[in-house]
């Protein structure tokens, strides 16, 4: 049968039953009357859910725009050095942890006693002493040395843009020591310690201490171990476990590594100084230059403070300068985690200067496990000789020559070359990804008062990976110095002051303006 028959038959007994019982003449008043006289609510209840859930909707929207227009707010505020700025997370590097936010009081003595007050940035041990995470959280070292007597290189946080910082160092060491820190994230960090190299008895083994901290430096952790002497001079982690140190040793230095987050730590190579061309295979090259032909020698030795840098647990590079007869960059890398180092070839320069001169190399800053920079600089080296008390006294000047700019984007197999604006004076340009950069970039000065003195010109910005540079409009406030961008917009630096001083200054317009800090210890 089908679906129109069945519908016929039911409409034919409908029609029947209908024609068989009689109808109520109210029948259908009560009907209608029966449907109005139904409990509101039951009637409504779909209509309510539904608008508690649009109203749900709109309280949290509502919660969300207020939340934004607080954050905006302190933004604004704190470029003007009042409130804190708003959390986020840097451009073109790995998302941070969250840390946790630092009680009133810590429930550690920090190991250095500073005073509240304002506080100079920096650091003669820590290369960089000064890393920003978030727009909010950041670490620094400092005040940095002047002499014995005055405290230097604190362990320092900020939760508010760097306006403000706290005392975190960590306990159970204090005094006239040699150290150096590393800042990975907002929740780790490591400072390496031992007793100054002037005060450390000759002859006897040193120990080597090592904090580190996983939580923002709400506690510290501690491990120790021995060496037959030597004093740290760089960290570099790529993770919370696998990390290196670099020791000044006795006629050299050596590489420390470690693969549990700083508990344990091996030797991986030790390079001494030797005479020029006498390097052992795989080691890293510590020559000097002595003798009636020095000027004829080739000099090279690695950067104590700012030598290596990893790009994964195996991976990894050294930077140094060359002097002597020829322009010979020093780049060397390994693939064994630092054990054995080799030579890398890098494009030429189309300005080779004449020598004797000096060529000096950066380590590599990655910003991607594909992409980093480093820079390098050709510099004159010249001779003037004095007569004094009718002997002739000579010396060495360092004319800062042509910078170089040196990009990868494969891991570090391959390197193009650019030429930087202005002078070699020691700036290094800075990234937040493969594309977007600053560099402040000096020049000679037209009336120096001793050979090779440079000023600061002009600060600028690639937004092509360094191929071109261009002039910002203005660069009011900032002179030079350590830039630390997070995004195309907010950025930091240390900039040079007269009298030998760092000045903390932060941008929120891409480098185009900056506004001092005027740091203070607080807590």
Known sequence: MSRKDVEARLRRQAQDFDDK??????????????????????????????????????????????????QLRNLR???????????????????????????????YTPGLRVPAGPIELGSVYTDPAFKMMTPLRGWAAGPPSKDRAQVHD?????????????????????????????????????????????AH??????????????????????????????????????????????????NGVAIYRTSDGGLHWEQASVSHYTAPNATAPGALPMSNAFGTNQA?????????????????????????RCTGPAATVYFYVTHDAGSTWRAQSLPGSPDIPACP?????????????????????????????QLQNGVSACGSETIPGTALFYATHDGGKTWASHVLPGVATGGDPTFIDARTGWYGASILKAAPSFPGEATFDKLYVTHDGGASWSPLGTSSGFMGGRMDFISSSVGWALSSLADLQFALLMTTDGGRSWQPLNAVVVG
């Open 357 to 385: 001169c000096s060529v000096s190399s950066t380590d590599p800053v990655f910003t991607s496990s594909r992409d980093a920079t480093m820079s390098v600089s050709l510099d004159t080296e010249k001779t003037t000789c």
């Open 77 to 107: 505020q704190a470029t003007a050095v009042k409130t804190p700025l708003p959390s986020g997370s840097p451009s073109g590097s790995p998302t941070p942890t969250a840390a946790p936010t630092l009680g009133p009081t810590l429930s």
């Open 154 to 198: 604190a362990t320092l946080v900020t939760e508010d843009a760097g306006a403000h910082w706290r005392n975190v160092t960590p306990p159970g060491f204090s005094g006239w020591t040699d150290r150096t820190m590393f800042f990975l994230d907002v929740t780790h960090a490591w400072v390496a310690v031992t007793p100054h190299v002037v």
């Open 201 to 250: 008895p000759a002859a006897t083994p040193a120990t080597i201490t090592v904090f580190h901290t996983s939580d923002g430096a709400q506690s510290w952790q501690s491990s120790t171990f021995q060496v037959a002497d030597g004093s740290p001079s760089q960290l570099d982690f790529v993770d919370p476990e696998h990390g290196w140190m670099v020791l000044q040793v006795d």
């Open 296 to 320: 004829n020698q080739l000099a090279c030795e690695m950067y104590p403070f700012a030598a290596i840098t990893f790009r994964d647990a195996s991976t990894g590079w050294a930077a140094g």
């Open 21 to 70: 019982v009689p109808k109520r003449p109210d029948f259908e008043r009560r009907v209608v009357a029966r449907a109005y006289a139904r409990p509101r609510a039951a009637r409504k209840r779909p209509v309510i859910i539904r608008d508690l859930a649009l109203a749900g909707l709109v309280v949290l929207l509502i919660g969300s725009l207020g939340f934004g227009v607080m």
